[in-house]
């Protein structure tokens, strides 16, 4: 029955085009996590990306979903981790899952043993995960596709919960990605230092504590300025979070 529910959910994921955070949210974090890394570590990086911005290569995990030879990493943007649960007792997905993929692609690149062609692609990998775990509904329950199969209006509009997330509220703005950075403003250094001390694992138990604040829609499930006013807040310090602990895992890799 899991297995379904993950076959479903993936279906869902291609169907509906639910990439966390939309372009401009997963540009936003390539971008704060430029501003943190360190000259020795975006000299590596710029040049392994062959000067390409890390805001530019964060989307590139979405991009090859249409492409047959990367199926094996549609299961890598999303997890299940049942209410009251941890990620320790969860079934793990055989496919992988975005917990252990982002702890394995780290492990792999500070390990330094992968060709350039190898090196690129992971570093790719790292940028985008890191982004989606930190969108709540990518630590999903296994109940609803995360959030994919929640119905809601979003302005009028038909949306789901999944996309208001990922993008709805975020395009809402009317910002480029640019903008949205400078929105977020920048952290204190003793902020800076505690979100990058913490773990991948700690970043999904974060997104499971939102559950409570994501799901409380009205009963007619049409969302507009309210349930943006009460959300928006959080969205921004997700991106912002993501950024900073994007670049202190890269400083760690590259610095």
Not at 64 to 71: E, H, L, P, Q, V
Not at 228 to 237: C, D, K, M, R
């Amino acid at each position: 029955m899991k297995k379904l529910a993950s076959i479903f959910f993936l279906c869902l994921l291609l169907t509906s085009q639910a990439f966390a955070w939309g372009q401009n949210g997963h540009r936003a974090v390539g971008l704060v996590a430029e501003k943190h890394l360190s000259k020795k570590a975006k000299k590596k990086i710029m040049k392994l990306l062959q000067d390409n911005t890390l805001a530019e290569v964060s989307v590139w995990m979405d991009d090859i979903k249409s492409d047959d030879a990367y199926d094996h990493t549609h299961d890598w943007h999303w997890v299940t981790i049942q209410d009251g649960s941890t990620y320790e007792q969860s079934e793990k997905n055989p496919n992988g899952d975005i917990i252990g993929k982002i702890e394995e692609i780290s492990k792999a690149l500070k390990a330094g043993n992968l060709s350039n062609e190898q090196e690129q692609e992971y570093l790719k990998y790292l940028i985008h995960l890191v982004g989606d775990i930190h969108q709540p509904l990518h630590v999903g329950t296994g109940d609803d596709q995360g959030g994919n199969a929640v119905k809601v209006q979003w302005f009028y509009q038909p949306s789901n919960l999944h996309r208001v997330w990922d993008s709805d509220m975020i395009n809402g703005k009317d910002l480029s990605f640019t903008e949205i950075v400078r929105f977020l403003g920048q952290p204190e250094k003793e902020q800076i230092k505690q979100w990058q001390s913490t773990s991948v694992r700690d970043w999904a138990k974060e997104s499971m504590s939102y559950r409570p604040q994501v799901y409380n829609l009205p009963e007619d499930k049409k969302i507009s300025y309210r349930y943006a006013y009460e959300n928006y807040s959080l969205v921004e310090q997700r991106l912002l979070q993501a950024g900073v602990r994007l670049a202190g895992l890269l400083n760690e890799i590259y610095g």
